[in-house]
């Protein structure tokens, strides 16, 4: 079946009927207006909506109320969306509403209240393991028993396109710690979970209920300075060499959207607990590609994450903790078995130790001056979909 | 000099008028007021202040506005409150409006934004050196040179008086890990910083500029699950071991009531690196006291803290991480030499090894029903101020 839309130039953009990701956007008046993307344009949801009983969820200049509604309300929203971008007659009425995604000014979708960054890959983890623990097990005990994770810092996410200052820091010298610019500036691809419908403090949230609670996915660079990090983490984890900077993608992906692209976990052994077990578990096949100066430099796998994403929720609220509309939690680096399947710097050019090629120079971390975008796509109902990219470039430390 | 109040009670009640600490409530009709305490009662500062410049900060159901207008505000805004609590002819119009505190219930005084949690005590470092790492030394090599931190969960810090819910999780069992309720539930007495005025991305504040962006302080009981923070912890630091709930007081005693609780600090060796000085920089001599089930158990002096408010505060952002009004950040646990100075039963019972002794039976961690309370005390202007108290009584897991 091919993707019945009258929107110009969206069936095969990645941003067809069978995607419809929303975000936030400032007008060239500095009015802020909430929506979906089809093909390259931005439609505002209020306006599409008008007349149905979902237009005052779109009212207000953030996704907030949408988000909270839940599952049956997100999915009459997305079919009445579908149907009208299907529907000629309302061509007419909305094609003069369409504003070209480059004329708008992309925002935070969401403002985050907490965010939490996991750890849910193998390879990663592994891999870090026989970095900085070479005469030990990779993996640390716990990693097959519950997927590890931190809080991050919510203050300091920001969109996709936000420029990234260098963070200076406090790092080991030659003779004792030093202050100034990070010298192993990494990017760490991720794919993020953003919660729509909140949970009681004390309630746990299972597995299987992930669908009621998770609204959708956004794309993650976890920018990292190794250096911060490497000194500073002991014993209670990273923080500055996190907290600078966060970019997410504009676009939230709804779940619904992600059904095609569904897949089983990788086998995990030993059987988790019980409260980390579903019904009906899986990952999604969602294919990440890296760029650093326009060349591709690696290929992350999402189907190779070791956890899924409700084993992450049901693990952050097995001790009761709360849920709020908008929390992010995110994957943690995605790495695949692969050299070139691995989604940070520290391992593409094993803390450099073998710097990558790239464009006819070898590399280890990022210099000013440097473009990061990470692309995700996945199969959708008439073919691929796109989901929001995540663009940063560096500049120098201030 | 005496505490000129015309307010009943207030004169050496620990909220007379060099105190003014800033709250929240809800009134029995569930409309939300901010305000401060004088003895035993909740003053509206909308009311208080009509007429004046500052009423309008005072309109809306949070503290926000006042707390982001800054020094010069929170100065002027404090000297006329002082002035109007001690002008008799402003008893007639004010004396119906007091609210007793015990007829309103109070709220958190402000939502946080992001929340760091510090470890600045070295006593309490080491101690927890000792215990886990028994064949080292008892701090790291990082442990003197910056004030090690994480960040928590903004969404699970609740009010004093809020019950704590013993969390379930998973910790190491005799044949592999388990899941069930924590047998280790443990406080940590700590003090919390709020910060008033934000900072932009990318902007670092000084120890100096402490007092431009922090409005005052709140006590804090850092609840932690010792079992699963010990499972979970490696490499990324705790999680669910905390992030279960988090206590604070309901109100904030201004920075600027605390002029006369101000002291230098404990000898820092090796030196700071200069972005970790500042010219003026101190501590805080505030006593806390420790109460379980109605017995003091410990008596922890803030005046020993290694790191000061200041030096956390140019940590956390030296890395250009923004500031947001609300942001919390707390001490750590905070513990003095001796044993009855310790603010974590982790550390008054050895982990378990040496109960301490409580209403003729030995205890190690919490039990279900026991109620926590932390009180600190401070010198203010005109005798001791009675910072908010932080208290919690443990529920059993559901």
Known sequence: MSDPTWVPGASGSGFGSDHLPFGRWALPSDEVRVGVRVGDFALDAAIALTGTPWEELFTEPTLNRFLEAGTRTWSDVRATLRRIIADADEALRLEPELMPVDDVTMLLPVDVPDYVDFYASLHHA?????????????????????????????????????????????????????????????????????????????????????????????????????????????????????????????WITPMEALLAARCELPDQSPDPLPHLRGTDDGGLDVRVSVEIGGHVISQPPYREMYWSPGQMLAHMTSNGASLRTGDLYASGTISGPDRDQRGSLLELSWNGAHPWPSAGADRSFLLDGDEVVLRYQAQGEFGGITLGEVRGTIVPAV
């Open 126 to 250: 592994a891999n870090v393991g026989r970095l900085f623990r070479p005469d030990q097990e990779p993996l640390l005990p716990n990693w097959r028993h519950l997927p590890v994770s931190y809080h991050g810092r919510s203050g300091t996410i920001v969109p996709s396109g936000t420029p990234i200052v260098r963070p200076r820091g406090q790092r080991r010298g030659p003779d004792g710690p030093i202050f100034g610019p990070s010298e192993s500036l990494d990017i760490e691809a991720e794919l993020g979970f953003v919660v729509g419908v909140p949970s009681e403090l004390g309630q746990r949230v299972s597995v299987d209920e992930f669908d009621q609670h998770v609204f959708g996915v956004v794309g993650v660079n976890d920018w990292s300075a190794r250096d911060i990090q490497a000194w500073e983490y002991v014993p209670l984890g990273p923080h500055l060499g996190k907290s600078f900077a966060t970019t997410i993608s504009t």
